[in-house]
Nanobody, 124 residues
Framework: QVQLVESGGGLVQAGGSLRLSCVASRRTFSGYGMGWFRQAPGKEREFVAAISWTGTTYYANSVKGRFTISRDNAKNTVYLQMNSQKPEDTAIYYC??????????????????WGQGTQVTVTS
């Protein structure tokens, strides 16, 4: 079992920045692929970014160039730096873990463990 705890969400104006953190409970975190997803009201959960166990990163087109995913294996933590935020970024953001280690997985079904989510609200 892996427990994931997100933090760092909040309210920000358009053009602003937030950094989300996700701490994993398991020491084998370094071998996991990690992803960030988001879900807006009335919409399906969508892929945002992912990072493989080797550090290779993948992004949704909607956030490419604005968001950066990174990981610190010594701290069992993955981050999502969000810059130049837009109102359409408003959603609950979820951290997810994939024991296969791949970072290229973009479907929620490919991830085995999920955090509880953190709300991000971007005002215009």
């Amino acid at each position: 079992q892996v427990q994931l705890v997100e933090s760092g969400g909040g309210l920000v104006q358009a053009g602003g920045s937030l950094r989300l953190s996700c701490v994993a409970s398991r020491r084998t975190f370094s071998g996991y692929g990690m992803g960030w997803f988001r879900q807006a009201p009335g919409k399906e959960r969508e892929f945002v970014a992912a990072i493989s166990w080797t550090g290779t990163t993948y992004y949704a087109n909607s956030v490419k160039g604005r968001f950066t995913i990174s990981r610190d294996n010594a701290k069992n933590t993955v981050y999502l730096q969000m810059n130049s935020q837009k109102p359409e970024d408003t959603a609950i953001y979820y951290c997810a873990a994939d024991p296969s280690g791949r970072g290229s997985r973009v479907l929620p079904i490919d991830y085995e463990y999920w955090g509880q989510g953190t709300q991000v609200t971007v005002t215009s």
